[in-house]
């Protein structure tokens, strides 16, 4: 009773947080709902007995890649912006209907699952501890996670070579 | 927390409280504990810290008021600091700008749940405990940039980015510091890595070898920057940035921004008490029977030596900082988490 009670309220604010990132005018609120779409996300998360993934979530996207987000909206915009973001483009109406389509195909696999019986899964004792996330990426996905971080090296020496190209032609 | 309930039950009676209700109880008393340890240090603190800078520039630091040496001073300044104007600039982004302390307040406050500091006296004893703090204290980050930017000011947007800047910098070096010990205990629970390092003095995880020592001073150091302390005062510096990100905050909302910083203060030496220094653990005989001040006893000597560094070194150029972190600090760490490595590989019996 209590946890479907979080559940719904995560979940719900998750939704709220979602919508408000999109429909808000200024990109810093926008930014901000985000941060609070992950903090429920990772409330949700820990409901789902996935502790790790839940502080994973907090510490690297709410913590770590909004707060690069903040910072760079911030010094682009400089002070308060008040422009209108949300002049309606003509892709307004595939846009919305691209997700509600997704949500819709998702309901229905999983109303689907519900009905065959094999949902919801308990999750095994132990599930979702960082012993066995590491297991996973230390073991049995180990090539796909050293692969990972090559591409991450990669990307940020792109990142830095473009950077200094821009730097020296000014 | 666990102890908590039980002590509730015992109270109440066997079987007259539901099991929900006791958790709520328990909780909310924790919580409540939490929240007064807060302000209780940034009571003393601040008094402390007056001193220390007085004793340090050969004066007396507050002498009058309470008697003796000024020990009332700290609460004279809250009186006052609560009876001050609440102002919201004309220009500001207002609700950013209310939200802003909270957000800050929130973030070093649930930081504090899986803070051990006695034998089953934690909050919550969490198996990520570690990582946990690590996650909660970086939504100060957003609340200073939140700050700052609500602000509309342009030293308070110089602070709040100087600020994030350092911060987001110095959590890889204090993360790295920390993750030898992580190896060493085998567990993120703070518990454990507390209980890992009972039995002697050899036994806390600053001394149990070279690497450690230096993993020790890496955080103790990136703990002051993550601090905004000086000799790593960049986003608040007076004499650039006026008080950086809450130069146009006053009042009750100031109140919030200077009760997290020196809660903030003493979380830092609390993790380094439990992390690196032992936690509970002590080598006098006959002081078991008060663990939790064995544990306060080390964490507020950490700060101590926090504020005596503050008093006494100048503060750094902006490039010396990020030259200090990138290239002196998180190479440094990643050494000491590899010798840290070798060392247990070659000395340490596994069971």
Redesign the interface.
């Known amino acids: 009773m209590?946890e479907s009670v979080c559940f719904y309220l995560c979940g719900g604010l998750m939704l709220l947080g979602g919508i408000m990132t999109v429909a808000s005018r200024s990109a810093?609120?926008s930014a901000?709902w985000l941060?609070f779409a992950f903090l429920n996300a990772a409330g949700v998360y820990a409901l789902l007995s996935a502790?790790?993934l839940a502080?994973?979530q907090?510490?690297v996207y709410?913590?770590?890649i909004?707060?690069?987000f903040?910072?760079v909206i911030?010094?682009l915009h400089?002070?308060?912006m008040n422009e209108d973001l949300r002049s309606r483009s003509r892709w307004f109406w595939p846009a919305l209907a691209l997700p509600l389509a997704a949500i819709a195909g998702s309901a229905v696999t999983l109303l689907g699952r519900a009905r065959g019986g094999a949902f919801p899964a308990p999750a095994p004792h132990g599930f979702g501890?960082?012993e066995q996330v590491a297991a996973l990426l230390l073991d049995r996905y180990l090539l796909a996670f050293e692969l990972i971080s090559i591409v991450l090296l990669v990307a940020i020496i792109g990142a830095l070579s473009l950077g200094l190209r821009e730097g020296r032609r000014t | 927390m666990e102890q908590v309930t039980a002590l509730f039950a015992r109270i109440a009676g066997a079987g007259t409280l539901s099991p929900q209700l006791l958790l709520w109880l328990g909780a909310l008393t924790m919580a409540l504990i939490m929240a007064l340890v807060m302000a209780a240090c940034a009571i003393v603190f601040t008094w402390a810290e007056r001193k220390v800078a007085g004793f340090i520039q050969s004066r007396y630091g507050p002498m009058r008021v309470g008697r003796w040496h000024g020990i009332a001073q700290p609460i004279a300044d809250m009186l006052k600091i609560l009876q001050k104007e609440d102002i919201i600039p004309a220009d500001a982004d207002r609700k950013f700008f209310i939200l802003a302390p909270f957000v800050l307040f929130i973030g070093s406050l649930m930081a504090w749940a899986a803070i051990p500091f006695a034998p089953g006296f934690v909050a919550a004893d969490l198996d990520m405990g570690l990582l946990y703090i690590f996650a909660a204290s970086s939504l100060v980050t957003i609340g200073i940039l939140m700050s700052g930017w609500a602000s509309n000011n342009k030293w308070s947007l110089y602070g709040a980015a100087r600020g994030a800047a350092q911060i987001v910098s110095y959590e890889i070096p204090l993360a790295l510091a920390v993750v030898p010990v992580v190896l060493y205990a085998g567990s993120l629970n703070m518990t454990d890595i507390v209980v890992a390092q009972q039995g002697g003095i050899w036994k806390w995880f600053a001394l149990r070898n070279p690497f450690l020592f230096v993993s020790f001073l890496i955080y103790f150091l990136a703990s002051i920057a993550e601090v905004n302390r000086t000799p790593f005062d960049l986003p608040e510096t007076e004499s650039e940035l006026v008080a950086g990100y809450h130069t146009e905050y006053s009042g009750m909302r100031f109140a919030f921004f200077f009760l997290a910083e020196y809660a903030n203060l003493f979380l830092v030496s609390c993790i380094a008490t439990a992390v690196f220094l032992g936690g509970w653990g002590h080598p006098v005989p006959g002081l078991n029977f008060a663990p939790a001040l064995v544990f306060l006893a080390k964490a507020v000597l950490l700060v101590l030596a926090q504020i005596w560094i503050r008093w006494t070194l100048p503060r750094l150029r902006v490039d010396q900082l990020m030259h200090v972190c990138w290239k002196v600090m998180i190479p440094l760490a990643l050494v000491c988490l590899a010798g840290s490595g070798v060392w247990m590989l070659a000395f340490v019996r596994f069971a």
């Open positions: 209590f810093v609120a901000v941060i502790p790790f502080i994973l907090v510490l709410a913590g770590a909004m707060v690069l903040l910072f911030m010094m400089g002070p308060v501890r960082a």
